[in-house]
């Protein structure tokens, strides 16, 4: 089954402990992207990789890392994360990058709840 | 910068009603136009789109089309179904290199039997 797929699930963690949430798709997407989305505010792109070893800033992404070292993986990092982290999250692909992938459609994950306290 | 609002939610109906949830945007090209849908515990998934002025994207019972003059994308469904319960996010694309969507805040929409 074509997916982009997360983990963990949901996940409660302490101010300033380093985390990595995976996101893996198996469709050979070229473009993938991460979102978070807070109540009332939407989606907010954090980062995003138009292909392998190509990655860049979106909105919002102070405090987070990526890295996208082969075509199917684009790990989201935490070095220090702080409560204002507190949000769910979504990866997501599409089979071009740019405009095209964009008016494709995008295939979510299923989205990761994370706490810091 | 490019922003979408839409109705303040949630809306609540009873089954067979007809649903509009409103959509307005400000861009400063020509985007192309988006909803969302996103049932509980799940991903977003793409429910249909239009890419230029006038066009009317359909899916599943739904319509919107792309307005111009009115800056809006106002989803419609002539008869909704408990199943249909989910949040609604309406998106544009600019069409930059980004590939960045961006999101209006989402409307909950609760169908009761």
């Known amino acids: 089954e074509a997916q982009v797929t997360q983990n963990p699930r949901y996940l409660i963690t302490v101010t300033g402990k380093k985390l990595t949430v995976t996101c893996s798709q198996n469709m050979n997407h070229e473009y993938m992207s991460w979102y978070r989305q807070d109540p009332g505010l939407g989606l907010r792109q954090i980062y995003y990789s138009m292909n392998v070893e190509v990655t860049d800033k979106g909105d919002v992404p102070e405090g987070y890392k990526v890295s996208r070292k082969e075509k199917r993986n684009f790990p989201l990092i935490l070095e220090s994360p702080s409560p204002n982290q507190t949000s769910l999250y979504f990866c997501?692909?599409?089979?071009?990058?740019?405009?095209?992938?964009?008016?494709?459609?995008?295939?979510f994950g299923s989205g990761t709840r994370l706490t810091v306290v | 910068g490019d922003s979408v609002t839409q109705m303040e939610g949630p809306v609540t109906l009873s089954e067979e009603a007809f649903l509009t949830i409103n959509c307005t945007y400000t861009?400063?090209?020509?985007?192309?136009l988006f909803w969302y849908v996103q049932y509980p515990g799940e991903g977003l998934q793409l429910l249909l789109k239009?890419?230029?002025?006038?066009d009317k994207g359909s899916n599943k019972g739904f319509e919107a089309t792309y307005r111009k003059e009115t800056t809006s994308f106002h989803l419609e469904k002539g008869s909704v179904q408990v199943s249909d319960s989910a949040v609604y996010f309406c998106a544009l694309s600019d069409g930059s290199n980004t590939g960045k969507l961006i999101f209006g805040q989402g409307t909950t929409l609760q169908v009761k039997p």
């Open positions: 997501a692909s599409s089979p071009r990058a740019g405009p095209a992938g964009a008016n494709y459609g995008y295939t």
């Open positions: 861009a400063t090209g020509y985007p192309s």
């Open positions: 239009a890419t230029k002025a006038d």
